[in-house]
């Protein structure tokens, strides 16, 4: 559950490596890290709408019995890194943000695709990043959705119970931080 001010997790397994104990399993457990927040929200905004206004239009489709419109592109090279500067931990102090500016850093970009609803509100994002390889060709490293559901609605989210806190440091141990590495295949 990503909440203001915290990240709340209920893991059902995890490699005996990584967690010998078990602690971590069956139990919510929080790390007080704001995922959501970012630091110049204005300049992270202006650089996804430029993104955006380059979609194309691909006609509509029914996404959870709603018919949206679907726009679909890609960004060049430098576009990548433009956005992937903006996104960056370091600018946007916001960590989920900059799991895609590390993306965007390693992988290619194949394919942007984004779902509006009918007032004009974002309702899917698709983000399919492949890795070029060395004798040509790639491979799909990664697919990245946001949904956005209940528009305009009042959301109530559901605080689990906290049996746990890890500190960010740790869960950054855990699972892993810092730059995504290429991997030649």
Not at 20 to 47: C, F, H, M, Q
Not at 66 to 79: A, P, V
Not at 99 to 125: D, I, Q, T, Y
Request: with cysteine; glycine share 6%; hydrophobic share 40%.
């Amino acid at each position: 559950r990503i909440l203001h001010d915290a990240v709340a997790f209920k893991l059902h397994d995890l490699p005996v490596l990584l967690n010998p104990s078990g602690s971590l399993i069956e139990r919510w457990t929080y790390v007080d890290s704001s995922l959501l927040a970012t630091k110049d929200g204005p300049v992270a905004t202006t650089a996804l709408q430029a993104v955006f206004s380059k979609l194309k239009y691909h006609g509509r489709e029914r996404v959870a019995g709603e018919s949206l419109r679907r726009f679909d592109g890609t960004l060049t090279d430098e576009e990548e890194r433009q956005v992937a500067e903006v996104l960056a931990k370091e600018k946007s102090c916001n960590p989920g943000l900059d799991v895609v500016a590390r993306l965007l850093n390693v992988h290619k970009l194949k394919r942007m695709s984004v779902w509006v609803g009918s007032h004009k509100e974002l309702r899917r994002v698709e983000l399919n990043f492949v890795h070029p390889l060395q004798r040509g060709g790639e491979f799909d490293f990664a697919t990245l959705t946001l949904t956005l559901s209940d528009y305009g609605k009042q959301v109530t989210i559901d605080r689990p119970a906290k049996q746990l806190t890890v500190e960010p440091k740790v869960f950054a141990r855990l699972f892993g931080s810092g730059d995504v590495e290429a991997v030649q295949r």
